[in-house]
């Protein structure tokens, strides 16, 4: 029961940006974490509270709706990758260095592995070495020679 369940996890992952969507997820909780942050330390407060956590929670919401694009419509991946990309630089200067630099490093990074992913299978290498060998024993071609007219 749960190999079938794996199994039909790997299937559902293989075919869409998994990584990329998770990394962007994981800085966008980052990013939203900060700014309503507050623990105590002793008896000393610490709270980061600045007018900076409305823009961290509109940038986080919308680097979670690219995350959860990226794994549902895998189709749409280009487009969320820029806007992630977008999204995390602007969260850089906006909410408190993008999340100590953490949040911005992940949403960059998944926006990254969004815009570079395909789903074409890999070849396997005995197929790349084979097609490799095709094209440098393919003869090539005679080049042809024009007649000037005199």
Known sequence: MLLR???????WRRGRPFWAGLFVAVGALI???PPFFSGKLGDMVISIQTIGGVSSL???ALLAIC???LWLQPKFRLAAGIVTVLLSLVALVVTNLGGFLFGTIFSLLGGAL????TNEPKQPKKAKREHRAELETEPEPEPTQRVQPT
């Open 67 to 69: 995350a959860v694009s």
């Open 31 to 33: 990013i939203l974490f």
């Open 58 to 60: 509109l940038i986080s």
């Open 5 to 11: 369940v794996w199994r039909g996890f790997t299937a």
């Open 114 to 117: 969004a815009v570079a992913w």
